[in-house]
């Protein structure tokens, strides 16, 4: 098992917040919209450096889609800025109408996604947003896995010409991936090789897989861990290689079982290769107010879940 360490834990919204200001030096048709959350989207020092290209829309985020799409007319990358619940549910019917649809350059990036957004509760975590993202035509959906990936990611999508649904979290968590990392939409990375098993993470569980890989590499079980940053288009290439050489899977999200990365997986080994499978996600029900390690633990999304989820798939094999 490939050793990854950390001096260092931040949060995956600071990484959107560095990454916003970096590409808007370098891009000035880059700019930013947020719905009275600049704090909490890290957008600040975007909005001091460039207020005349940052727009404060207030609690109104179907407005603030609307502002966005006809940006894009003009030639503007509009960043916007949100909650997670808030960026999908609250306005899909403009993501739908008027930024996919009509093909729009919108960048729809949201912040405390998952049950890690901890004590808000319920109504604020959001477990069903990337099944509505991935499912609209034409989105492309990205969730990276910590403040490196999230700057890189963020940067990236200025050059890709079209929607975006960029989802990053509220935690810290450790920064394990480089900072010098050239980010590839649709192309998924090798954390660890192995023959065993094939564990598919994304966002806050490629961490715990890791953890998961080093607990089951103690019992002689050599597990393939990949990070699968972009859930759409998924990089079907890296999930079928990898399926193939171990046999069996398990995907790792902070999401619904329902909609979300571990049903894309499924579905292309159901069509192309037929896989022993295991899913380590929310099993199909709301969250509640904690702390992020109880939510993760009580929902079944931590490493020891995917230690044992690893063990029932090998059993299938």
């Excluded at 960043?79 to 549910?89: D, H, I, L, P």
């Excluded at 393939?224 to 171990?246: C, G, M, Q, W, Y």
């Excluded at 390690?293 to 690893?310: F, P, Q, R, T």
Aim: net charge negative; with cysteine; hydrophobic share 40%.
């Amino acid at each position: 098992m490939k050793k990854y360490t950390y001096t260092e834990k931040k949060d995956t919204r600071s990484g959107f917040g560095a990454g916003l200001l970096e590409v808007g030096r370098k891009n000035e048709n880059v700019v930013g919209l947020c719905a009275d959350l600049i704090g909490s989207l890290k957008m600040g020092d975007f909005q001091k450096e460039f207020p005349e290209r940052f727009v404060q829309t207030g609690i109104a985020e179907a407005n603030m889609i609307g502002m966005a799409a006809g940006m894009t007319i003009g030639g503007k990358i509009p960043y916007t800025g949100t909650f997670a619940n808030f960026s999908t549910g609250r306005v899909y019917d403009q993501i739908r109408q008027s930024v996919v649809y009509s093909g729009k350059n919108v960048k729809i990036c949201a912040s405390h996604a998952g049950l890690t957004l901890g004590e808000d509760g319920a109504t604020h975590q959001i477990l069903e947003d990337i099944g509505m993202m991935k499912m609209l035509p034409g989105m492309t959906v990205i969730n990276p896995c910590d403040y490196n990936q999230t700057k890189a990611a963020t940067i990236a999508i200025a050059d890709y010409d079209g929607p975006v649904y960029l989802r990053f979290g509220r935690p810290v968590i450790p920064v394990f991936t480089p900072a010098d990392q050239k980010f590839e939409i649709g192309k998924a990375w090798m954390v660890n090789e192995g023959t065993d098993v094939s564990i598919f993470a994304t966002g806050h569980l490629v961490w715990e897989a890791i953890l998961a890989g080093e607990k089951l590499a103690e019992e002689g079980i050599n597990a393939e861990i990949i990070n699968i940053h972009t859930i759409k288009p998924l990089d079907e290439e890296a999930v079928l290689n990898s399926a193939r050489k171990t046999g069996c899977v398990v995907s790792c999200e902070e999401h619904n079982r329902y909609g979300g990365l571990g049903e894309s997986i499924a579905q292309l080994l159901a069509k192309e290769l037929p896989t022993p499978m295991e899913f380590v996600a929310v099993n199909d029900s709301f969250g509640e107010s904690g702390t992020p390690a109880e939510l993760m633990k009580k929902y079944g999304l931590d490493s020891s879940n995917i230690v044992e989820a690893v063990k029932k798939v090998m059993k299938r094999k």
